[in-house]
């Protein structure tokens, strides 16, 4: 008989779900478990002092009646320009209309928030936004590219979203002539146009598709001013103004109104069918001939970010509007996010290099950070025109996901200006200027690639939870865990120890049908409450599972002496030995109902000890181990008033004994 010592792992020492060195269910023996980590770690949460159950859940009642399917409930904190403290909070919903009619977009501040904003006769986009001034800029897409459609702006109260870019105002019905009022217009030929200012401060596109946006007006008489008729007497619902466009003098006319410089010459702030203006052409010195060059309204993007004082999207499709596709970033004018200039606006990035088309971006320490799928690249404003800006590959072998980016709970939307994570296929890595070489998904690589070989694990979302110091990943792959939960189901990263790949902690986190079965949005502002928003209900004291220890499957590693190793028992010992083994379980117990072990292959000697009054106590299980497994044990209990479970230190003690020693 050979004895073991003891080993005992203290609650800090925990290091969470290890799965690596196998393939499928195929033990490695060259990459055992640790002895203070577990190839299952479910519905586990660290604390400093050892273990304790995931977190409940918070009730939530959407507003309004919204059927079907919700696919994301996405929250936002916004300040109204020029409004200090006038601080608002809330959150869209994403909605699939079902049997797959269209794609609804709802907003908790609507003027009716149970009538959708924005509807997209498509049934299965999602959403991507950016808080702006006071607005928000945002899209729909299908985690691949942006949808044939634009991107809308957006402000919480309005009863809809419009098109980026607002309206685009032909000439037609409108006249320009001598107004018999005095004034000081130069007699004779000048081209006009319009264009409106929307409720945002964009001014509007001039388009010279059949040439009705701008033309030649001839005005008779010197020395007056100039009336517009057939203006609208009213303006759209998004616009505030109406600016009236004007050139200089025209002599020797080419006959193509859009060769002259527009100026703008006077804006109409209250609506009316005619107005009466003058200028001087000395006058005319603000251009507006930029307005030839904008979108009228921008494509649908995969996503957005903020860098040098300019929106930046990208992801579009290529369409019969669109040539340059999704390996490019748009890039609107400065201080203008509305304002995308054709010509200039744009960055391309390595389009012929086969990747998939831009994923993510954004700025670190004053470059503009740039992620396809298997390599990053990085830019910066040179001061000149964006289609100036050299793009250099960052890395050539790590990339990203769309929505790859961990986001920070408690500053919705934001991301950390001195590092970010990123989801790559194949890890997880935090960048500070590069890539740490050993990706944070270090302990966990067979599960990782098991999520990564799925064919929709892109859609991710990530939170950055840094009061708790979690990072909580939405997974959406078919993958059966060690308690086979349905997907999607959440990865559980724990870096309380530090941000590198020996120091995070994994679990995995799985919701029951009574709390509405799918994640959509997860958020955890203070460490302790989480708020898991489904389909509309949630259910705060469902009964909860904690399972740890290793999947029956595998022979995970046995005891030598105090030290975990592998391969120690032979074909004879199997026979001739059994293993007696004791565990011993310390920490808070006072709301267990049940505890069961889940190894198969063992003989019980004796009956489950548990404490059924003291807040603090020890349960002792006295098992026959057959086979040498490491045991896995399934904490079963419900969530009462008071502490929630907790397990401080796990001591195990082993001895191999032959079978007639224990008459078997």
Not at 141 to 148: D, E, P, R, V
Not at 267 to 285: G, K, M, N, P, R
Request: contains cysteine; proline residues 4%; aromatic residues 12%.
């Amino acid at each position: 008989m050979k004895d073991q010592n003891a080993i005992v792992i203290k609650g800090e020492d925990f290091d969470g779900l290890y799965a690596r060195g196998v393939s499928g269910t195929t033990y490695n023996p060259q990459d055992p478990c640790p002895k203070n980590g577990w190839t299952t770690a479910h519905q586990v949460r660290f604390l400093p002092w050892g273990l304790q159950d995931r977190p409940g859940t918070d009730a939530f009642t959407l507003f309004g009646t919204i059927a079907e399917d919700i696919v994301q409930i996405l929250p936002y904190h916004t300040n109204q320009q020029g409004s200090p403290g006038s601080a608002i909070d809330g959150y869209f919903i994403v909605e699939h209309d079902s049997p797959g009619n269209a794609t609804n977009v709802y907003d908790s501040n609507a003027a009716v928030p149970s009538t959708p904003i924005y509807t997209l006769a498509s049934p299965t986009w999602y959403m991507s936004f950016i808080v702006l001034f006071g607005r928000i800029a945002f899209t729909l897409h299908n985690y691949s590219t942006g949808a044939l459609a634009s991107y809308q702006v957006y402000k919480p109260g309005w009863a809809a979203s419009r098109d980026n870019g607002g309206v685009t105002l032909g000439l037609g019905g409108v006249n320009f002539a001598s107004s018999g009022t005095a004034g000081n217009v130069t007699q004779g030929v000048h081209v006009f146009g319009l264009a409106y200012e929307t409720n945002t401060g964009h001014i509007s596109a001039i388009s010279t598709v059949g040439g009705t946006d701008v033309n030649f007006f001839t005005l008779a008489n010197a020395s007056q001013q100039v009336t517009a008729t057939g203006l609208p007497a009213a303006f759209p619902a998004s616009v505030s103004s109406l600016h009236i466009l004007a050139s200089r003098l025209v002599v020797n006319s080419s006959g193509n109104p859009v060769d002259y410089e527009l100026f703008f010459a006077h804006e109409v702030t209250t609506a009316a069918a005619s107005v009466t203006f003058d200028f001087t052409d000395e006058s005319l010195i603000d251009s507006a001939d930029y307005l030839y060059d904008l979108f009228g309204s921008l494509y649908a993007q995969l996503g957005f970010t903020w860098y040098a004082n300019r929106l930046i999207a990208w992801g579009e499709q290529y369409n019969s509007g669109s040539t340059e596709g999704p390996s490019i970033l748009r890039v609107s004018e400065s201080g203008k996010p509305e304002s995308f200039s054709i010509s200039n606006g744009i960055v391309p990035v390595f389009q012929d290099d086969g990747d998939s088309g831009v994923k993510n971006c954004w700025e670190y320490k004053g470059l503009l950070i740039i992620q396809k799928e298997s390599r990053t690249f990085m830019t910066r404003d040179n001061g000149d025109e964006p289609n100036t800006w050299q793009v250099d590959v960052l890395d050539g072998t790590i990339g990203g996901v769309l929505l790859g980016i961990a986001k920070t709970s408690n500053q919705v939307g934001a991301i950390r200006t001195d590092f970010t994570i990123n989801v790559a296929k194949n890890g997880v890595y935090l960048f500070d200027g590069k890539y740490n070489e050993i990706p944070l998904t270090w302990k966990i690589e067979r599960l990782w690639q098991e999520i990564s070989e799925q064919s929709d694990y892109l859609r991710y979302q990530i939170v950055d939870i840094p009061t708790a110091k979690l990072l909580i990943f939405r997974v959406t792959a078919a993958i059966v865990l060690e308690v086979s939960p349905s997907y999607p189901y959440l990865l559980v990263c724990d870096y309380s120890k530090g941000l590198s790949y020996q120091t995070v902690r994994w679990a995995t986190w799985k919701f029951s049908t009574g709390e509405g079965g799918d994640p959509v949005w997860i958020a955890m502002e203070n460490g302790t409450n989480m708020r898991i928003i489904w389909d509309g209900t949630n259910n705060t004291n469902t009964i909860r599972n904690m399972i740890i220890g290793t999947r029956d499957s595998e022979i995970a590693a046995v005891f030598d002496d105090g030290e975990l190793v592998s391969g120690e028992l032979n074909p004879g010992d199997e026979i001739d030995y059994w293993h007696y083994g004791v565990i011993k379980l310390r920490g808070n117990f006072s709301h267990v109902t049940n505890l069961n072990w889940l190894t198969a292959n063992e003989a019980v000697s004796s009956a489950l000890l548990l404490p059924q009054t003291s807040v603090e106590g020890d349960v002792t299980r006295v098992i026959i181990n057959q086979k040498s497994y490491f045991p896995q044990f399934q904490i079963l209990f419900s969530k009462t008033t008071g502490d929630e479970f907790h397990l401080r230190q796990i001591v195990y003690f082993y001895q191999k004994h032959a079978q007639d020693l224990l008459g078997t």
